[in-house]
């Protein structure tokens, strides 16, 4: 078994957001995890990631208050336990549009 303490997740630097604190949760270099990493975003009021996207896929979960993604086809707002699925190589915002933090969980292939 492989434990990862909040307090003690390892912070990265996420390309392209501004307001957000990112930690590695599982996979990469925090656990032998291969197939897939866990990451935790926190997003102050008006944090974000400007538009851009990734050549794999990615689950986003929020955990605490709201995100709103917006795509080509769709702007949605994300509230605690919702998630979505980014198709790799989709464009897509993510922002914090309200006035308190929000953290999201992110899944994506290593």
Same mark, same amino acid.
């Given at each position: 078994?492989?434990?990862?303490? $909040?307090?003690?997740?390892?912070?990265?630097? *996420?390309?392209?957001?501004?307001? #957000? +604190?990112?930690?590695?949760l599982h996979g990469r270099d925090v656990t032998p995890l291969k197939e897939f990493w866990v990451g935790l975003s926190d997003f102050a009021?008006?944090?974000? $990631?400007?538009?851009?996207?990734?050549?794999? *896929?990615?689950?986003?979960?929020? #955990? +605490?208050?709201?995100?709103?993604?917006?795509?080509?086809?769709?702007?949605?707002?994300?509230?605690?336990?919702?998630?979505?699925?980014?198709?790799?190589?989709?464009?897509?915002?993510?922002?914090?549009?309200?006035? *308190?933090?929000?953290?999201?969980? #992110?899944?994506?292939?290593?």
């Amino acid at each position: 078994m492989h434990v990862t303490r $909040a307090g003690s997740a390892p912070a990265y630097q *996420a390309v392209a957001h501004h307001g #957000v +604190e990112a930690f590695r949760l599982h996979g990469r270099d925090v656990t032998p995890l291969k197939e897939f990493w866990v990451g935790l975003s926190d997003f102050a009021p008006g944090g974000g $990631a400007e538009k851009g996207s990734s050549p794999t *896929a990615k689950v986003y979960i929020v #955990v +605490e208050g709201a995100i709103t993604v917006v795509t080509a086809n769709e702007t949605i707002e994300l509230g605690p336990l919702d998630s979505c699925l980014i198709e790799a190589d989709e464009e897509r915002i993510v922002e914090n549009r309200g006035g *308190a933090h929000a953290r999201m969980l #992110v899944v994506s292939p290593s």
